[in-house]
C-alpha cells in the first residue's frame, strides 16, 4: 500500500480553519468604526495572517498531481478529478442560490440559478472551487513541464510568476482580473507545492520561515490599516489578495513550516490529535464547501438563536464560539452525509485517498 504523506493532511486541516475562522470574523475587519481600534487592530492582525489559506489548497494540490507517478491520459485525469468534485459543488451551489432567493423574498428559480451557476459562484466563497476546476484542466500540461524541467528551469518559471504576481500589484488596471488572470496568479502556487515539496525539510531553518512569515503579516496588516484609514473605514484588501506577491511568500513560508509537521511531532505521535488532523484533512473541502451555510444559519437566528462574532456582546468571545460550532457541524454533517447512498454523491466530495497518515501503530 502506497505510503501516505501525513503532512498533506496538516496542510489541509490548517488552511481549512483558517478559512472557517476568517469568515467568521470578517464582519469585525470589514467595520473598524465601529470596533475600539485595539479590538479591530487585532482581528486585523488575525486577517493577514490567514490570507494564504487558499494558496496552501493549491500548493497540496501541487504537490499530489505534479507529482504523481500515475499515467493517466488527458481526459482521464481531468475525469477523476471532475467526478469527484463537480456534483457536489453544484449541489451546494443551488443550496446557495436557493437560499439567497429566500433570503431576498424571490420566487426559487432553477434555471435562474443553473444559469448563475454557468456565469460564476452563486455564493461568496465558491469563487475557489471554480479555480480548482480550471486549474485541473491545465495540471496534465504543468505535470508534463515539470518532469522535463531541470531545476534551474522550475526556477526560472517560480520568478516569471512572481513577476507577473508583483506587476499586477503594482499596476492592477494592466491585467484585467478575469477568469484567466486568476488562474495564471493561482496556478503559480501548484509549482510551488510541488518544488517545495522536493525541498529537503527544513528543520533547522524553521526560525527563518517563522521571521519571514512574521514579518509579513505585520507589514500587510500595518499597510492595510493605513489604506482603510484613508478610505475613511472601509476595509482595502489590496495587500490581503491571495495573489499579492508577499502574500505568496507568507505561503511559501507557513507550507515549510507545516511541512515540517512529519512523524516525528507531536501532533503525529498523539493518535488522537492525529485522528482530528487526519478528519479535518480528508473533509476539508467538504467543509469549505458547505461551512457558510452554517453561518448563515447562526448569524440570522434561523435555528431559534443568534451565534455570531458578536455573541457574549464581544468578538474575543463571539468569534472563537461561532468559528468552533461553525467547524463542527460543517464536519457533523459532512460524515452524516457520507454515510447515505446516493446523497452522499450528490452533496460530499469523496476524500481523497492520496493523503493522511500511514497506517502505523497509535
Known amino acids: ?62 504537490k499530489l498531481f505534479l ?19 463537480f456534483l457536489p459543488f453544484f449541489t451546494w451551489s443551488m443550496i446557495y442560490a436557493f437560499y439567497n432567493a429566500r433570503e431576498e423574498g424571490t420566487p426559487w428559480a432553477p434555471g435562474l440559478a443553473v444559469l448563475q451557476f454557468l456565469k460564476g459562484p452563486t455564493e461568496y466563497h465558491l469563487w475557489f472551487m471554480y479555480l480548482i476546476l480550471g486549474l485541473y ?49 493561482y496556478g503559480g502556487y501548484a509549482i510551488l507545492g510541488y518544488a517545495l515539496d522536493k525541498a529537503n525539510t527544513l528543520h533547522p531553518k524553521t526560525g527563518v520561515a517563522l521571521c519571514l512569515c512574521a514579518g509579513i503579516v505585520v507589514f500587510n496588516a500595518a499597510a492595510t490599516y493605513v489604506s482603510t484609514i484613508r478610505r475613511g473605514g472601509t476595509l482595502d484588501e489590496r495587500f490581503y489578495f491571495g ?55 447562526f448569524t440570522q437566528g434561523t435555528l431559534g438563536f443568534i451565534l455570531s462574532h458578536n455573541t457574549g456582546s464581544s468578538p474575543w468571545v463571539g468569534v472563537p464560539l461561532t468559528g468552533a460550532a461553525v467547524l463542527a457541524c460543517s464536519l457533523g454533517l459532512t460524515l452524516l452525509l457520507q454515510r447515505i447512498p446516493i446523497i452522499s454523491t450528490l452533496f460530499v466530495i469523496t476524500p481523497p485517498l492520496d493523503s493522511g497518515t500511514p497506517i502505523t501503530g497509535s
Not at 501525513?6 to 483558517?18: E, H, K, S, T, W
Not at 504523481?68 to 468534485?85: A, C, H, I, P, T
Not at 516569471?160 to 496568479?185: D, E, H, K, Q
Open 67 to 85: 507529482g504523481s507517478s500515475r499515467e493517466d491520459s488527458y481526459l482521464r485525469f481531468v475525469w477523476n478529478r471532475y467526478s469527484r468534485v
Open 243 to 297: 495573489a499579492a506577491p508577499l502574500v505568496a511568500l507568507q505561503a511559501a513560508a507557513m507550507f515549510l513550516l507545516l511541512k515540517n509537521v512529519d512523524e516525528d511531532s507531536f501532533a503525529f505521535k498523539n493518535a488522537r490529535l492525529r485522528a482530528v488532523v487526519t478528519r479535518l484533512g480528508r473533509n476539508s473541502y467538504n467543509i469549505y464547501l458547505n461551512h457558510a451555510l452554517f453561518i448563515w444559519l
Open 137 to 185: 484542466l491545465v495540471m496534465p500540461a504543468m505535470r508534463r513541464f515539470v518532469r522535463w524541467a531541470p531545476p534551474q528551469g522550475l526556477a526560472g518559471a517560480l520568478a516569471l510568476w512572481m513577476g507577473f504576481l508583483v506587476v499586477n500589484f503594482l499596476f492592477p488596471g494592466y491585467a484585467r482580473w478575469g477568469f484567466v488572470t486568476i488562474l495564471l496568479s
Open 1 to 62: 500500500m502506497k505510503r501516505r504523506v501525513f503532512y498533506v493532511d496538516v496542510v489541509r486541516a490548517f488552511a481549512c480553519l483558517l478559512v472557517v475562522m476568517s469568515h467568521v470574523f470578517a464582519p469585525v475587519c470589514a467595520a473598524m468604526n465601529h470596533y475600539p481600534r485595539p479590538v479591530w487592530w487585532i482581528f486585523n492582525l488575525f486577517d493577514s495572517f490567514i490570507r494564504p489559506s487558499a494558496a496552501l489548497y493549491v500548493m497540496i494540490s501541487g
